[in-house]
């Protein structure tokens, strides 16, 4: 399965560090391999109007694998997709913020898996972590593939998690944490840069680089 994603990625011109549990990563480590990766973080940013465009299955799929490549505590997996193409789904949620994506992926935590398999401990709270890094990796995969894609936060904002909820039939477990816009840029805005030394301490609070 890595070489299809592999070559998916690279017929796309994208980087090539796609994994899964059965081979290893063939680029960790490669100097080339290491800048795309940066430069992919490093030029992401959030896109907001897209063209009509709609976004093949093919990608979908891409990201999907990258958001579930994600970490997660005591990889418990605790999440749930869903995949929006219908428009008149799409328009339900717009919210405040009506949206011109053809493609819409809720990421949400899904509660009945916060718990180990033998029952012994609960980690009711670590979903939000869990979601929101197969969040990033999503944002990061699309921007790799030549999509545009902004997070649009659910999640503790109970109103809108109530919202969301209602509009794609969520039971009670299933706890939509963002929902991310995609679709190919119909704008090129500058990636922000936002590093900060003032944010940095060394060894413990305030302390400064040797
Ligand atoms: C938790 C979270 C919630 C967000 N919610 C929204 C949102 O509701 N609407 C929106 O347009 N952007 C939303 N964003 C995108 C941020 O506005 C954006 O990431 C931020 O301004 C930095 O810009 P950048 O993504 O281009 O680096 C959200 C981002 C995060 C991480």
């Known amino acids: 399965m890595i070489l299809a994603i592999t070559s998916a990625l690279l017929s796309l011109g994208a980087c090539t560090t796609a994994v899964n549990n059965d081979e290893k990563n063939e680029t960790a480590g490669n100097a080339d391999g290491a800048n795309a990766v940066i430069e ?71 509660t009945d898996k916060t718990v180990m398999p033998d029952g012994k401990m609960k980690l009711p709270d670590f979903w939000v972590q869990d979601v929101s890094a197969a969040t990033e990796n999503l944002l ?25 909820s209602k509009v794609l039939n969520c039971p009670k477990n299933i706890v939509p944490l963002a929902v991310v816009r995609i679709g190919y840029p119909d704008e090129s805005p500058e990636p922000k840069n936002k590093f900060k030394e003032e944010n940095i301490s060394y060894n413990t609070f305030g302390g400064k680089k040797e």
């Open 40 to 110: 992919n973080i490093m030029t992401r940013t959030s896109i907001r109007q897209y063209k009509e465009q709609p976004v093949e299955q093919e990608k979908i799929d891409i990201m999907l694998k990258a958001a579930m490549a994600a970490p997660t505590a005591v990889n418990l997996q605790p999440w749930h997709f869903i995949v929006i193409t219908d428009k008149e789904t799409i328009g339900k949620l717009a919210g405040r913020q009506p949206t011109n994506a053809p493609l819409l992926i809720a990421l949400c935590g899904d």
């Open 140 to 164: 990061l995969a699309a921007h790799a593939l030549g999509l545009g894609a902004v997070w649009t936060g659910c999640y503790p904002a109970m109103e809108r998690v109530d919202e969301v």
